[in-house]
Each structure stands twice: as C-alpha cells, then as structure tokens.
C-alpha cells in the first residue's frame, strides 16, 4: 500500500498520526509497556479515563495491531492486554515524546501564563 503524502487529505498515515495523537492511547501503551495488565489496572494506572472511553482505546488499539486481548477461561473470567511487538516498536519514540513533555511542562505552563 502506498502511503502517500501525509500532509494529502486522503493519505492513510494519518489514521496512524490520530492513533498515537490520542492521549489515551499513549497513557495505555505506556502503561503497557512493563508488561501485561488487566482493564481495571489500566484504569486505576491511567487518572481521569472513564471506563468507557479506556474500552473504546482498547479496542481501537487492538484493531490497529497495538495490543492483543487474552481471555481467560477462569471463574470469574479474567481478560489481559499485551502489548504486540508492533505496540512495542512504538513505545520508545512515545516514551521519548512522553519525557520531553515532563521536561518542558513548568515551561509550557508559564508561556501560557504569560499569553492570558
């Protein structure tokens, strides 16, 4: 498939540019990076996310080769979610970004300040 010219309407690498744009997706793949972790430990890892919205970023990261979900045959059941080696490739230059953002926070804030 050619990719195109990211900056053309119709180029599918944006699809790819929305995933990891999407905060939630980040925070999850982060999150994941450690190793697996059942929807509830996501949810208590990452502040703020709705159980709703953390459903919808992981089916979206699943459809997109991120993550796998495994479901386990146990009473009550249990549903892991692993990072996919293509997951894995995406976590350094995330946590890179992720880093420079909390280098550069206090800085950002005060610019903010300053434009009000």
């Known amino acids: 498939m050619d990719t ?3 900056f053309d309407a119709n180029c599918p690498t944006r699809i790819v ?9 980040v925070l999850v793949l982060l999150s994941l990076a450690k190793g697996p972790m059942r ?3 996501l949810r208590g890892r990452i502040g703020g996310v709705t159980p709703k919205v953390l459903t919808q970023t992981l089916r979206s990261m699943e459809q997109d080769g991120l993550l796998t ?9 249990r549903v892991e979610y692993t990072l996919t080696d293509l997951g894995r490739s995406l976590h350094e230059p995330i946590s890179i970004v992720a880093a420079w953002a909390e280098d550069n926070v206090n800085e950002i804030l005060k610019c903010r300040e300053q434009y009000a």
């Open 39 to 41: 929807f509830t430990g």
């Open 17 to 25: 540019l929305d995933r990891i744009g999407d905060k939630w997706s």
């Open 69 to 77: 979900r495994e479901v386990f045959a146990e009473v009550p059941p």
């Open 4 to 6: 195109g010219d990211v």
